[in-house]
């Protein structure tokens, strides 16, 4: 398809003079419904919105000339030299009747490219990009549907972790992952490496023996003898979601259309955490619309995997940090499962509008666990997103505080902010304040069946949302502002929580009397209180009330690793040092970004943890995806 320029009239957005604001669509006449469409033309202050498909700036390919629709790896894993070896054969669609197609490529070799059936074709390798990879150029004709290249991945490939047997849970086989969000996929496979395009894939997987593959596809439940494994992906998918694991895995199902991924010596403890997820998949279809995808499986990882989770289709990879023993922090697998509907089946048309796969997943994310674990519960988890923005806020520069981004030049990854999760919450949570909870879940039950398989911008987004719910409703909301403005809006949804409160009574208590027993009822406290409690310790706690909270709740040797970071985080800035050997174990094991980041921030605030959180990271490195190291060698100024 040509990228294609829509200029909508007298359409949207913004401001009407009528100052009634309509909550419920009960209160909306049949009259007021006939006369918004004049009502928004009429309206001077409605400014026309150009809406341009905008060319992705994170590819250097010509998907707009000639598109992939899809793709066919047969690949070979392996573990000794820590490469992928092996050919991709991509279908093209030629929309232009160029003579040639572009393929992102990042760090990868490429030995020979065919057209069609075997036929050798002319390519060349374009000038190295830093950011974005090299252009595999190939020559082809109006004839050409297949282009077959065949590489090799190096050991610059960002994509891949290749752990050592001592990485993993069994301490006996070898594993390895990839991670393609945000544009990290080019760098495994060569492809049109943009979120523009959705492609089908198919693979065949050639690993050692003893080990299992698994794909973002049609999966298997056994591994077999020859060590070969075949996928399919029917539904099409943006590229970042292309994934695959290897390693001693076992499958367990928790339901008919649920299970887990992971080594042997975790998967009681996995089934047993995720034992939820089935009724999570049921919640979630009776939000928002019917199941997409077949199957909702989880793998759990090794601890160096840098996310909490991805949301690879059919197949979530999860960090085993959400194993915490009682279900604490399964929340994540909510997100996960949330981003079937928001950022898979209708996904963001490039990073700058990272906020509408966000934002939308955070939302229907505390919906599902509301409907599981009741509203206090969800009132937590949304209270302490608020608390996580208004950090952000703090250190995030103005153009970083916007939902629509301006990524051109920079890693998409810099975008991949609390802004646009938390802020893009709180936006939808103003939405559904503003319009009542039946009409807002309609909304977005509509939303993402008319744009399902399909990308958008924020501009049709909000195009979208003015036309069914907020013009019909004459709404004066400043959209805009909370759109294209840095900072957080006036008008955003104040969260009480009546458990942080009775948490927050506490803590006054204990700090006017400076009695560890002022501290009542702390048996009942969920893994959020906690989290609430510790995360709100006062700057000037001292080291003795520090040593006191420890010597009661054994914080620094916690087993939930949310927990462990947050009591981490507040040590290092109080100056409790009886961490100091946890911390460390603690860095050396885990590589997840969220938990990283602050954890060597906080160190590096003075030069002599500085110095400390280098020597640790210079060991701990090689336990870390390179997402999360790179993101380290910035913060701390170094190149491990
Ligand atoms: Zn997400």
Redo the contacts with the bound molecule.
């Keep these: 398809m040509k990228l294609y320029t829509i200029i909508i009239i007298a359409l949207s957005l913004l401001l009407f003079s009528c100052s009634d604001v309509v909550s419920t669509d009960e209160s909306i006449s049949v009259e007021q419904n006939l006369n918004t469409d004049s009502l928004a033309i009429e309206n001077k202050e409605i400014q026309n919105m150009e809406l341009i498909d905008e060319r992705d700036d994170h590819t250097l390919s010509n998907y707009d000339e000639v598109s992939s629709r899809h793709l066919h790896l047969d690949i070979e894993v392996k573990f000794d030299t820590k490469t992928i070896v092996g050919s991709v054969t991509h279908t093209i669609e030629n929309l232009t009747g160029s003579d040639h197609v572009i393929f992102d490529t990042k760090a990868l070799n490429i030995s020979k490219v065919e057209l069609n059936d075997g036929k050798e074709a002319q390519f060349k390798m374009g000038e190295v990009d830093e950011l974005l990879g090299t252009p595999l150029v190939v020559s082809i004709d109006e004839n050409t549907t297949k282009v077959t290249i065949y590489y090799e991945t190096t050991e610059k490939t960002e994509a891949l972790d290749w752990l050592i047997p001592s990485q993993t849970a069994g301490k006996e086989q070898p594993f390895m992952y990839t991670q393609g969000q945000s544009i990290f996929t080019r760098s495994w496979i060569p492809l049109q490496g943009t979120v523009a395009l959705r492609i089908t894939y198919s693979a065949k997987v050639k690993v050692p023996k003893n080990l299992m593959a698994v794909m973002s596809a049609s999966n298997p439940v056994h591994k077999n003898d020859e060590g070969i494994y075949e996928f399919n992906m029917p539904q099409p998918i943006p590229c970042y979601l292309l994934a695959l694991a290897v390693g001693d895995l076992e499958f367990a199902p928790i339901d008919q259309r649920t299970g887990v991924y992971t080594e042997p010596s975790m998967l009681a403890s996995c089934v047993y955490e995720l034992g939820d997820m089935g009724t999570m998949v049921n919640e979630a279809e009776k939000l928002y619309g019917a199941y997409q995808w077949e199957r909702f499986d989880v793998i759990v990882l090794p601890p160096s995997f840098p996310f909490g989770g991805m ?1 690879n289709p059919r197949l979530t990879f999860a960090t085993p940090t959400i194993i915490a023993g009682d279900r604490s922090l399964v929340s994540l697998i909510a ?1 996960e499962l949330a ?1 079937s509907w928001s ?1 898979n089946l209708v996904t963001n048309s490039s990073w700058n509008d990272f906020w509408l ?2 934002g939308f ?1 955070v939302y229907f994310e505390r919906r599902i666990m509301e409907a599981i674990y009741g509203k206090d519960y969800t009132d937590m988890l949304a209270l302490l997103g608020y608390q996580d923005l208004l950090e952000t806020l703090e250190t995030a520069t103005p153009d970083m505080q916007r939902l629509k981004l301006q990524l051109k030049s920079q890693h998409p990854d810099d975008g991949m902010t609390d802004i646009a999760y938390e802020k893009g919450y709180f936006f939808l949570r103003l939405l559904e304040e503003q319009v009542g909870r039946d009409n807002f879940d309609a909304f977005l039950m509509e939303y993402f069946d008319s744009h399902k398989f399909q990308t958008i911008t924020t501009e049709k987004f909000l195009v979208y949302l003015n036309e069914k719910l907020i013009v019909p409703r004459n709404i004066d909301l400043n959209i805009e502002e909370w759109v294209y403005e840095p900072g957080l809006p006036e008008n955003c949804p104040k969260v009480v929580s009546k458990n942080f409160n009775a948490v927050d009574a506490n803590m006054v208590q204990f700090y006017e009397t400076n009695d560890i027993s002022k501290l009542i009822d702390t048996d009942k406290w969920s893994t959020h209180e906690w989290l609430h409690f510790i995360r709100n310790l006062k700057a000037e706690t001292t080291v003795e009330q520090m040593t006191m909270l420890d010597d009661a709740f054994h914080f620094t040797q916690s087993g939930n690793s949310e927990i462990a970071a947050i009591w981490f985080q507040r040590s290092i800035n109080i100056g409790y040092d009886k961490i100091d050997k946890e911390l460390k174990a603690f860095l050396m094991k885990i590589g997840r970004r969220k938990f990283l980041m602050p954890l060597y921030t906080a160190l590096a605030a003075t030069p002599e943890g500085k110095e400390k959180a280098i020597a640790i990271f210079k060991e701990a490195r090689p336990n870390y995806h390179y997402v999360s190291y790179n993101s380290i060698n910035q913060l701390l100024g170094v190149n491990f």
């Design positions: 949301e997100h981003h950022g796969n966000e997943t």
